[in-house]
């Protein structure tokens, strides 16, 4: 507790006297989280994890895609942003039920435009064929051994890559998991949290990892995409999204090798490693794969929006 002992004086200064004690926030597996009552307002500091710029992840480009996400009020306020912490207003919230975000598929998608649509600049890119590379070297590096499907990973992310280029790249949070998606108390609104795999990407990216791990079924992916373009879903547009569903896979197995290697947390890496490039490969040998690789390489593939 010496480092947080440090921080908080640090921020004392700016943010108001620590009062009663520092309590641990459950629910991420990467970095520590604690809430933090100074000055009389209740804060979340994020301590990083051990490593995690292996992962990928721009400690400047998260701050900066929190900044510009809770000006467009989808987001937590910034309140500090020192080297060792992220500091944030905290949010009276509960976590989201799969029904919740079933029933907030357009909020999600007017916030995600929102914020794609934004013009704000991170300093670093994200897209999954390149991260699977970096992956791949972390682990050789690191003395890792690379499971066989990861090269079956690899290979379905450059063919999606080839149908789907990015045109234009712009900022995404590209980790959209269930945890990352908060209900506030006050307003009832939804929120998006943790920001810190945020970089230029394809926006489609975002929607089709936001699909995937929350479970959605395809009447829900046709709200999602009606929403977020204002218009009918057209079949290269749903055949898209299909691609990225897989590329996040992709994303998710390659991670969990990688957390595997360097983290030191005491969690079933492997295990989730295994559960997403066991979806990938049933997803890539069947007939339609091969169907949403032709109906999305096309002109409007190359459309980012």
Not at 129 to 141: F, M, S, T
Request: net charge negative; glycine share 10%.
């Amino acid at each position: 507790m010496d480092d947080l002992s440090d921080i908080l004086r640090r921020l004392e200064p700016s943010l108001g006297p620590l009062s009663g004690e520092l309590r641990p926030l459950s629910g991420g597996i990467t970095n520590r989280n604690f809430r933090a009552t100074l000055g009389g307002v209740d804060y979340v500091i994020r301590q990083p994890g051990k490593d995690t710029d292996l992962l990928g992840i721009d400690r400047r480009a998260e701050r900066l895609a929190t900044e510009a996400a809770a000006r467009l009020d989808i987001a937590p306020a910034v309140a500090a942003a020192l080297e060792e912490c992220l500091v944030t207003r905290f949010i009276e919230c509960r976590a989201v039920t799969r029904q919740d975000l079933l029933d907030g598929v357009e909020q999600i998608a007017l916030a995600l435009r929102r914020f794609h649509d934004s013009h704000t600049e991170l300093p670093t890119a994200f897209w999954v064929p390149d991260l699977l590379e970096d992956y791949a070297a972390i682990v050789r590096r690191r003395g890792g051994t690379l499971p066989g499907a990861y090269s079956g990973a690899v290979f379905a992310a450059a063919r999606i890559a080839a149908a789907l280029p990015v045109a234009l790249p712009r900022p995404c949070h590209n980790d959209l998991l269930p945890g990352n998606i908060i209900r506030a108390a006050d307003d009832g609104g939804l929120r998006i949290v943790d920001w810190e795999y945020a970089g230029m990407g394809d926006p489609r990216f975002d929607l089709g990892n936001l699909s995937i791990n929350n479970g959605f079924d395809e009447a829900a992916d046709d709200r999602l995409l009606s929403a977020y373009h204002g218009e009918a879903p057209s079949d290269r547009g749903r055949a898209a999204l299909k691609l990225m569903r897989v590329l996040s896979d992709a994303r998710e197995a390659a991670w969990g090798v990688v957390q595997a290697t360097v983290s030191g947390l005491d969690f079933d890496f492997n295990g989730y490693a295994d559960e997403h490039f066991e979806r990938l490969g049933a997803t890539v040998v069947r007939p339609y794969f091969e169907e949403w690789l032709v109906v999305a390489g096309g002109e409007e593939s190359s459309q980012t929006a």
